[in-house]
């Protein structure tokens, strides 16, 4: 069993954010599996599918981005899912915007998100597709990713989601490593 979970703050007022990527992206999977987020459990929105005789749940956590730990160690505990099979899908102000990194292990980077799930689940080795929203070192960091999306910035995003269900798809077919190699370019 695997677990997927796209990292966002929920409410009308946080969507289309750069904050927000990773409930993009994840809806944007959902969709092209034609599911949709219509299940809540410990404080999440989630989804059952099947990939490969894998049963996939797709999550959402409904609590601000840094409390979201809570949310996803509740999932893993109560589903049995190995680390291993954790992918946390997030935005990433050291990545340039239209690229995106993916990560096997490694600290938050000084995401607040990511400090809380592993705050939650005792470990930093676990795997992460990170969306690159650039910085803006002119704004203060705070407003700069709870901001939203110029319309040219959307442009570059939709592209990365559109390579983003590519990536998720390939994530059942190929090892992390392999994924890494085929995806993270310089």
């Known amino acids: 069993m695997y677990l997927i979970v796209g990292l966002g703050n929920p409410g009308k007022e ?106 939650h689940l005792h470990t930093n080795e676990y795997n992460r597709y990170k969306i690159g929203i650039s910085n803006n070192k002119m704004i203060d960091g705070k407003d700069y990713v709870l901001g939203k999306l110029s319309p040219m910035e959307q442009d570059e995003v939709k592209k990365v989601m559109e390579q983003g269900v590519q990536i998720l798809n390939d994530y059942f077919e190929l090892s992390f490593d392999n994924l890494m190699n085929k995806y993270n370019k310089k």
């Open 14 to 119: 946080y969507e289309h954010t750069r904050h927000n990527m990773g409930f993009e992206q994840i809806d944007r999977f959902a969709q092209s599996h034609h599911v949709s987020f219509e299940r809540e459990k410990f404080g999440g929105k989630y989804c059952e599918l099947f990939i490969h005789q894998q049963k996939v749940i797709l999550l959402k956590p409904q609590r601000y981005i840094n409390l979201s730990g809570e949310v996803i160690q509740k999932f893993m505990e109560f589903y049995k899912i190995p680390i291993s099979n954790l992918l946390i899908i997030c935005d990433d102000l050291d990545t340039p915007l239209g690229k995106i990194k993916l990560k096997k292990k490694g600290s938050s980077g000084g995401h607040n998100g990511l400090k809380n799930i592993e705050f």
